[in-house]
Nanobody, 127 residues
């Protein structure tokens, strides 16, 4: 599957952005999907994930209550709604697809669990 992330930009602290990740192929609904981010000089970190059905979601503690992940399997797209943005949210945001192996709840937060990655979209939050 090929992934194309979009929707990044420059926003003031307290503002909102919605990221989108469009997937190619007919098997999008068979993949669990995640969003990760990477700031300069830092490791890539988990942000949010959603199971293939959309029925379960997972969030990093730093974004819980501010970000919402969702997916539309009919449109082959996963979204990340980001509200109340903070300067520390500044990073390159990546979407990723994980095949539905057993125990996804045990590895949704790990980059090792994802086989396909988008190119990233830059989010910059000014103070």
């Amino acid at each position: 599957v090929q992934l194309q992330a979009s929707g990044g930009g420059l926003v003031q602290a307290g503002g909102s952005l919605r990221l989108s990740c469009a997937a190619s192929g007919r098997t999008f609904s068979s993949y669990n999907m995640g969003w990760f981010r990477q700031a300069p000089g830092k490791e890539r970190e988990f942000v949010a994930a959603v199971r293939r059905s959309g029925g379960s979601t997972y969030y990093a503690p730093s974004v819980k209550g501010r970000f919402t992940i969702s997916r539309d399997n009919a449109k082959n797209t996963v979204y990340l709604q980001m509200n109340s943005l903070k300067p520390e949210d500044t990073a390159n945001y990546y979407c990723a697809a994980a095949p539905n192996r057993i125990d996804y709840s045990g590895y949704y937060y790990s980059t090792d669990g994802y086989d396909f990655w988008g190119q990233g979209t830059q989010v910059t939050v000014s103070s």
